[in-house]
């Protein structure tokens, strides 16, 4: 466990808190609604490409520690604060500022803690959780009805990671929910015409505790990251594998939304998931996450990869997002 306290005075400002991977929608803007809180109480985590402030350290509101809110810098560009006016949190005793509090509309609530202004206390980590062990699965709807918005983050960086693996090739899904979320997108951003000499690539999930998929392999594995190491399970051979959530892997993997009751003749090929449970809307990647993640892909540098990416870049509302 990891502690932080203020660089200055060496007060503490947070409780005692356990390394996770940074959430693929830590910045995600979505909406006009009060959003949840983005780290689980008792976490934190670093994000290395932060744009304002590479280093910062997010943790849950609830575990910040003698803070105070700076008045003049408490505005946001709706319902709550951001980041826009710098640290709006400053140390209670000697009134360094150290954080910023983030709880606008749209955006998910957390506690950044500024890189410059605090140090660690270290203290002893919790075990690693075995890949066997991950939590249940985050649904695909949220309570609103909508679509999750968790999922809209993380198919988009699955998304990103597809496209660059597929080298611009026709791509075959399985039956069910993953198929629901990807094939739309993928039918929209692959080129019509694919390079002849490219063969046609099959997607499939994979992971802990899966079978093998029926038929023929895989040419491109969908794994989990893992929610504290952030590494990615491997299939144990050369396939490539694009990262994906470990909340919506698993979900995906271990679906809660069976058909609840008893029917006549056999189940669907997807093992009782059933659509009528799904918004009536088509499910959107997030434009933001996914530009983010093919910009940091050195296959961005494949011209047709490109095209996409400033395609996109230039025309936020077309299909898919």
């Known amino acids: 466990m990891t502690a932080f306290a203020c660089a200055a005075c060496d007060i503490l400002l947070t409780a005692p808190l356990s390394r996770v991977t940074l959430p693929v929608h830590a910045h995600q803007r979505w909406g006009h609604d009060l959003m949840g809180v983005l780290m689980e109480p008792g976490t934190y985590a670093v994000d290395p490409h932060h744009r304002h402030a590479p280093g910062a350290i997010v943790i849950a509101p609830g575990d910040i520690r003698d803070t105070v809110l700076i008045p003049d810098r408490c505005f946001g560009m709706c319902c709550g604060t951001d980041e826009g006016h710098g640290p709006n949190l400053a140390c209670l005793r000697c009134g360094t500022p150290v954080a910023v509090r983030i709880d606008d509309c749209g955006r998910w609530q957390s506690t950044w803690l500024h890189p410059p202004a605090v140090r660690t206390v270290p203290g002893p980590e919790l075990p690693i959780i075995a890949w066997d062990d991950l939590a249940p699965g985050t649904p ?25 693996l597929s080298d611009g090739a026709a791509l075959t ?48 594995a969908i ?35 069976r058909i609840p009751a008893p029917i006549a003749g056999t189940l669907p090929d997807d093992g009782g998931y059933t659509r009528a449970r799904l918004p009536y809307f088509t499910f959107q990647p997030d434009r933001d996450v996914f530009l983010a993640t093919l910009a940091r892909l050195p296959q961005l540098q494949q011209p047709w990869l490109r095209a996409i990416h400033d395609q996109v870049n230039v025309r936020p509302y077309a299909r898919p997002f």
């Open 140 to 164: 695909p709807v949220h309570p609103s009805g909508a679509w999750n918005p968790m999922w809209a983050a993380a198919i988009a960086e699955t998304l990103a990671h597809i496209l660059a």
């Open 173 to 220: 899904l399985p039956h069910g929910l993953l198929s629901d979320t990807l094939r739309i997108p993928l039918d929209a951003l692959l080129p019509h015409k694919p390079p002849a000499t490219t063969p046609p690539r099959t997607l499939a999930l994979a992971g802990p505790g899966l079978p093998a998929a029926p038929g023929t392999p895989a040419t491109i």
């Open 223 to 257: 794994v989990p990251r893992h929610p504290q190491t952030g590494h990615l399970w491997s299939p144990g051979d050369t396939t490539p594998v694009a990262p994906l959530a470990a909340e919506v892997w698993t979900y995906l993997a271990h679906p809660h939304d």
